[in-house]
Every structure is written in structure tokens, then in C-alpha cells.
């Protein structure tokens, strides 16, 4: 494995009852990179990230994660990894700041509790029973278990659903944050924004294979896709067009019927990431 790649994966496939779930997935994760996984449900991406995690085995193929090999890894390895599950942990009636500091016993170089309670924007919540938690918050919680050992790499599992729009963007900058000082983070979402948010690369799966990994600005020759031009006619009317060059369109459009003011209702619309992913998913045919 290069020495820059936190995850390699070669021909990865898992089977359940004959039916393969993950079909050969190949996939290389930069050492500082926040990657996202996208695809459908049921499309493979639990199965793999969690044979990544060392929490499922695999049939064939070859992992190498923080340049072990997960089925085989140790105590050594787990302090290197933080995990955010999709399921929330149950605390019964212990404090955020009590749970936060328990996990951190776990660590030989863990983080200090009250500033990975800061991080994820709990302070305010530190002695509340955690059972007294909105769903948000609990999820926050989550977070902070997941980083509370300072990993190397973090894997988060569909870590904002259940998130108000400001905690979303709080819980972007927190991300932001993490891979500022390094932290490689394999994010699986269903949020398409939230994947052109916070990932330098995306990789779509379905039906148990990798169909295409890259920017989320090039994904699907999303970089070439024509713009969709509209606007108001002097009749009322709705006019649209297709072009792949938009500013000359609209200087032309404005000189000539216009007077060369303002085109009214003038919008243009390029794919975005989720319009792309639907085509290549098979949803936008
Ligand atoms: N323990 C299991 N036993 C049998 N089949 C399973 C098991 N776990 C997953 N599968 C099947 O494997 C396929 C891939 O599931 P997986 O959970 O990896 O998908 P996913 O992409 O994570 O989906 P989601 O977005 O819904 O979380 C599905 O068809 C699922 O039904």
C-alpha cells in the first residue's frame, strides 16, 4: 500500500445467502481526505464500511486500513480509528460530560473531554442526563465519542440526519475542523449537499459495485453538462434553452429584445450533484 493512502481496497466482495452484497469494490482513500460514499439503499456501502471498521468479514478481495488489515487488527488499531455509528448509544442516566470522559479512559491519547464537548457544541450540556437529549444532540454525542480518541480516521455513518439546518452546518464546520488538522473521515451520506459540502471526492455505489469515484464538481461529466437557460418573453411567455455557453446567450438575449436591460425571470441551471447522481443511478431516466 502507498504510504499516502489511509484506505485500500482491491476486489472486495461480501455475500449473503448467494447474493452478493459488496461485488468487487475497488476504492483508495487519501491519507487527509474526506471522502463520501453515496448510493442507494441497500446499495453495499453499511457492508463495506463495516468490514473497513473490522466489524464484518469479508469473502474476497484486499483491505488495508491505517496499512492493517481490519479482520486482523488489534487494540493498537482500534485507537487509531473513531467510528459514528447510525444507531445512537443508550447512557441510562449519565451525564454528557460523564459519558464524554468515560469514553476518553478508553484512550491512551485521547482528547480532553471538555474541549471535544466544545467541538460538538454541547457545552451548555455538559451535567444533563443524556436520556434528556433532543435527537440532534444525541447525535452530537455521538460525534464526540467518535473523535473523543483523537482518530487518525473517522468514519461517519449518515452523521446529520435528524439534524436541524443550523446544527447541520455547525456539524459542516466541525467536520471542516477535524480535516484541517489531518483527520481522513470516510462519510456515508444520503445528502447530496452535504457530500459536495464536505468531500474532496465522491464514490457512488449500487447493486454491490463502485459505479464511478471523483470531484463532486466532475462526477458524471458534471463539468460539461450544458446550462439550462430561462426566462420571461415580452409575451409573458416561459422560454428555455440549452447551451454551453449561458453568458453569451443572455448578452445576446438582452441586447435583442431587451434593450440591453434586464431579462426578466432570467435563471440558469446546471446539474446538480443530486441530478447527476439520480441519472447515474438509474432514478432520472
Ligand atoms: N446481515 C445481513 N444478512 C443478509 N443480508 C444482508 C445483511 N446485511 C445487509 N444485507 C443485504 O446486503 C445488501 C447491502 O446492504 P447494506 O446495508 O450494505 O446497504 P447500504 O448501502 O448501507 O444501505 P442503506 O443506505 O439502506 O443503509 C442489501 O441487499 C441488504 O439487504
Redesign the pocket.
Known sequence: MSDDLAISVVGLR?T??D?A??DGVDLSIHRGECFALL????????????ILEGYRKRDAGEVSVLGVDPSKAGMEWRQRVGIVL?TTGEFDDLTVGEVVSHFSTFYTKGADPGEVIERVGLTEKTNWRTHKLSGGQKRRLDVALGIVGNPELLFL??PTTGFDPQARREFWDLIRDLSAIGTTILL?T?YLDEAEALASRVGV?AN?KMIEVGTPSELGGRNFATAKVSWRNAQGETRTTETDTPTAVVASLSASDFGGGEVPELTIHRPTLEDIYLTMIGANQ
Do not use: R
Not at 448510493?39 to 463495516?50: I, L, Q, W
Open positions: 461480501k449473503y445467502d447474493k452484497a459488496v448510493g442507494p439503499n441497500g446499495a453495499g456501502k453499511s457492508t463495506t464500511v463495516e447510525q455513518d449518515e456515508t444520503h455505489i454491490g
